[in-house]
């Protein structure tokens, strides 16, 4: 079962949009994408909290979350996030295995 991991990384003077700039640009990103078990990785930012940077992170299974959170590369994520002073917010989700419900999908235009 895939697990969904929402972090909400907020800082101030704009530090979170430059954390997310530097994962992307550093390659960092990038490296955990291509981890066994990523099946998601992708920054956004939420209109209402400009000093907030959302990162949707999803993984395969809790197994895949912990050999990421083993790895080396959650050293530097630690290092840039005291880098930029971030706090932040962790919400997780398992994926509804029925799917949206038949009376959900009008309100869907694909």
């Known amino acids: 079962m895939s ?7 907020t800082g101030t003077d704009g530090n979170a949009r430059k ?7 550093s390659g960092a990103a990038a490296q955990i994408r291509k981890e066994e078990g ?10 209402a909290e400009p000093e907030t940077i959302l990162l949707i992170d999803c993984w395969s299974d ?3 979350i912990d050999r ?6 959650m050293e ?11 706090h932040m917010k ?3 989700y398992v994926p509804d295995e029925g799917g949206v419900p ?9």
Do not use: T
Not at 38 to 47: D, K, V, W
Not at 76 to 86: F, G, N, P, S, W
Not at 102 to 110: A, L, Q, S, T, V
């Open 3 to 9: 697990i969904m991991v929402n972090i909400y990384y």
């Open 19 to 25: 954390f997310a700039e530097e994962m992307e640009q």
């Open 38 to 47: 990523n099946l998601r990785y992708e920054y956004f930012i939420p209109m």
């Open 62 to 64: 809790q197994a895949a």
């Open 68 to 73: 990421h959170h083993d790895s080396p590369m």
């Open 76 to 86: 530097k994520i630690a290092q840039l996030r005291e880098k930029y002073d971030l």
């Open 90 to 92: 962790v919400e997780r």
């Open 102 to 110: 038949e009376g959900d999908n009008r309100f869907i235009k694909e």
